[in-house]
């Protein structure tokens, strides 16, 4: 089991994606996965249901990622729905296929739960997997918000927490994704000062159509500059010069990241390996 952290070296890309609703979609994500590899990743994560229900086609596409693609695979795991006996079975699960990385989460409330069901789950916060799944020898990374999370009383409370994650053993970080970089180099700064010096790669989500900015983007909270809504304004009418300027806006937020010496880069493809390698590409 690999126990090597990420992102001791230079300049770094990563990628996130998603399972497939259904299973019959799987070959067209195989197809995307095989494209991602040619883009050299450092490692390929794999959101997960926040109520459990995509585990098993996580757990299949780590395992193509890890095994047959011979990446470092990322599973994500969420703690909304999780017993203390599927917490095992999943760590098992995980052993069983060659799985050695895993980024711990909360999640947020499930639809299909009441609240008083998410209050009372068994796991409330991942800081409470975290220990484990490096007993178990586990890679683990978690989840930071440079904006803060949106429950967070103050950015300090919200530093404080991420610290006890780390303190319990995160390996490294992936950050909500942003669009202002000022902003995530503040972040650094306030991490470094609460002590958290563990790597932390920056996540960036290219806007390619202008729907997305009423959905992903919309749920992150990310704060949207006014170069990004005046190209939204610009654009929104015509899908490709829309496409067009999203990645050049992500490029150059990348570009700019590295002049600030920001290792990894994290992209949140949203399953589109044609955009990441044309962000690649310009680069
Ligand atoms: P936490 O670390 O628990 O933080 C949530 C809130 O609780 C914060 O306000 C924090 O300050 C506070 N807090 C943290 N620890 C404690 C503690 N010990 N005691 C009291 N308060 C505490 N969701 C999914 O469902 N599936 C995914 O695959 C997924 N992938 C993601 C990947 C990334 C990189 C990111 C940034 C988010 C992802 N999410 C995913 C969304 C995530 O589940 C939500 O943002 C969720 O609201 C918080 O998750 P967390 O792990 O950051 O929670």
């Not at 904006?147 to 409370?157: F, G, L």
């Amino acid at each position: 089991m690999s126990k090597q952290p990420f992102l001791t070296s230079a300049a770094s890309i990563s990628f996130e994606i998603f399972p497939p609703k259904k299973w019959e979609n799987f070959p067209n994500l195989y197809e995307t996965l095989d494209s991602l590899k040619q883009l050299n990743p450092e490692f390929i994560s794999c959101t997960y249901g926040a109520n459990g229900s995509n585990s098993k086609k996580t757990a299949e596409i780590v395992s193509y990622i890890q095994n047959q693609l011979k990446i470092e695979g990322i599973a994500h795991l969420t703690c909304a729905a999780l017993t203390r006996e599927s917490f095992l079975s999943t760590i098992e699960t995980f052993q069983a296929m060659g799985i050695h990385n895993v980024l711990a989460l909360r999640g947020d409330k499930p639809q299909d739960m009441t609240e008083e069901e998410f209050a009372a789950r068994t796991y409330k916060h991942p800081s409470e997997l975290i220990s484990e799944l490096k007993a178990a020898g586990f890679t683990v990374a978690a989840a930071c918000y440079p904006e803060k999370h949106y429950e967070a009383a103050s950015m300090e409370e919200d530093l404080h927490y991420l610290k006890h994650k780390v303190d319990q053993g995160a390996d490294f970080l992936i950050s909500q994704l942003f669009f202002d970089n000022d902003i995530f180099y503040r972040f650094m700064e306030l991490t470094a000062k609460a002590g958290i010096n563990v790597p932390i790669e920056a996540g960036i989500m290219p806007i390619t159509s202008a729907k997305m900015i009423g959905t992903t983007i919309n749920l992150s909270g990310a704060s949207i500059p006014k170069k990004m809504t005046d190209l939204l304004a610009k654009y929104q009418d015509n899908p490709e010069d829309m496409r067009k300027a999203g990645i050049e806006y992500a490029t150059d937020q990348i570009r700019d990241l590295r002049e600030h010496s920001v290792k990894g880069i994290h992209i949140y493809t949203m399953n589109n390996a044609r955009t990441a390698g044309d962000i690649l590409a310009q680069l």
